[in-house]
């Protein structure tokens, strides 16, 4: 019963194919994020979806696009993968009800680009 | 463009030390977290800090945060080895509020080991 959950958790992958990571959650959260963590361990917000909507979306390459068919749902697909790929894809939600803006995170994905 | 900066990066410290992890950040905010990051694994909530003066304790770490000073203290009491980890902060100011949504922007991060 895990809260937020992705997959795949690993992925080893040829640069130019295209790829992609799910991410679900069960908290009844209305709010969800794709963070990037680099090779330096440092996070930085990709995109975030309130909805099914996006409301952040941030210098991220057309390559990657996010996508929410529900709630619970966000995806994210990545075209023509590169080298610079190469990272852990963080999922995360919250709930706005909270007003406290916590985030809970899911395992990560390891993506890496050969 | 929201700045959060942690130092120290990287600390080496003895079991039963006691130290502390700065945080500071350029916007003002009233919404700060700290989290914590096992090697290879997810990040765990450990601290929201709601208000300035906010305080907050769980076993021997202790968070606190001043608005006025954009500044938040992770304190380390006594460090045993299982505190081992990295710790972010992270801050969502009241302007990136899109949607009813905080869009936490974290720092770097602080690789903390504690040996015996």
């Known amino acids: 019963d895990t809260a937020v959950s992705q997959t795949p958790k690993y992925l080893v992958t040829q640069m130019g194919n295209d790829k992609s990571i799910k991410c679900e959650q069960n908290l009844g959260h209305d709010t969800m994020y794709w963070y990037k963590q680099d090779s330096k361990k440092f996070l930085k917000i990709m995109f975030s979806y309130n909805n099914k909507e996006l409301i952040i979306n941030e210098t991220v390459p057309n390559r990657f696009s996010p996508k929410s068919p529900d709630k619970a749902h966000l995806n994210l697909h990545i075209n023509s993968l590169e080298l610079g790929d190469s990272a852990v894809y963080f999922c995360a939600s919250s709930h706005t009800g909270t007003n406290t803006g916590e985030l809970f995170f899911g395992e990560g994905s390891r993506l890496t680009v050969l | 463009e929201l700045k959060v900066e942690q130092n120290p990066l990287f600390l080496s410290m003895q079991e039963g030390k006691n130290y502390t992890i700065y945080c500071n950040y350029s916007t003002t905010s009233d919404r700060l977290y700290w989290y914590r990051q096992d090697p290879g694994k997810s990040l765990e909530s450990l601290f929201v800090?709601?208000?300035?003066?906010a305080v907050k304790q769980e076993g021997r770490l202790m968070a606190s945060l001043d608005t006025k000073a954009r500044l938040s203290t992770l304190h380390i009491t006594a460090a045993v080895h299982d505190l081992s980890a990295t710790y972010f902060c992270a801050v969502a100011p009241r302007w990136v509020r899109a949607g009813g949504s905080y869009i936490p922007t974290f720092g770097r991060g602080t690789s903390l080991i504690v040996h015996p």
């Open positions: 800090l709601l208000s300035n003066g």
